[in-house]
């Protein structure tokens, strides 16, 4: 996955945040999923206009982990969420 992509969230997912938890819901498919922490901030940021360097960015900033681990982590989750039809 490219760096410089800029990922869109499903326009027919809704979802709520609560206590630092997104709860995403997929009408289409019927299904729910729930992200921990770091995957409602990477969430959040997925707007359609910032690319997935510009995440990594702000989850470096936010938890202080080498550039590295959050690209890691962001792509694997990024990849997770395409699976489920979340983002494209």
């Known amino acids: ?3 410089d992509a ?3 969230r499903n326009p027919n997912a809704v979802f709520r ?3 630092g938890e997104a709860t995403v819901v997929l009408p289409d498919r019927a299904e729910v999923n729930v ?5 409602t901030l990477v969430w959040q940021q997925i707007d359609g206009r910032r690319s997935l360097r510009e995440i990594v960015r702000v989850v ?3 938890y202080g982990v080498a ?3 959050a690209e890691q982590d ?3 989750l990024v990849g997770s969420l395409r699976e489920h ?3 494209s």
Do not use: A, H, K, S
């Not at 992200?35 to 995957?39: A, K, P, S, V």
């Open 67 to 69: 550039p590295e681990r």
């Open 6 to 8: 800029v990922p869109t």
């Open 85 to 87: 039809q979340m983002v």
């Open 35 to 39: 992200l921990n922490e770091t995957g």
């Open 1 to 3: 996955m490219d760096l």
């Open 17 to 19: 945040i609560y206590d």
């Open 60 to 62: 470096v900033e936010e």
């Open 74 to 76: 962001v792509l694997e």
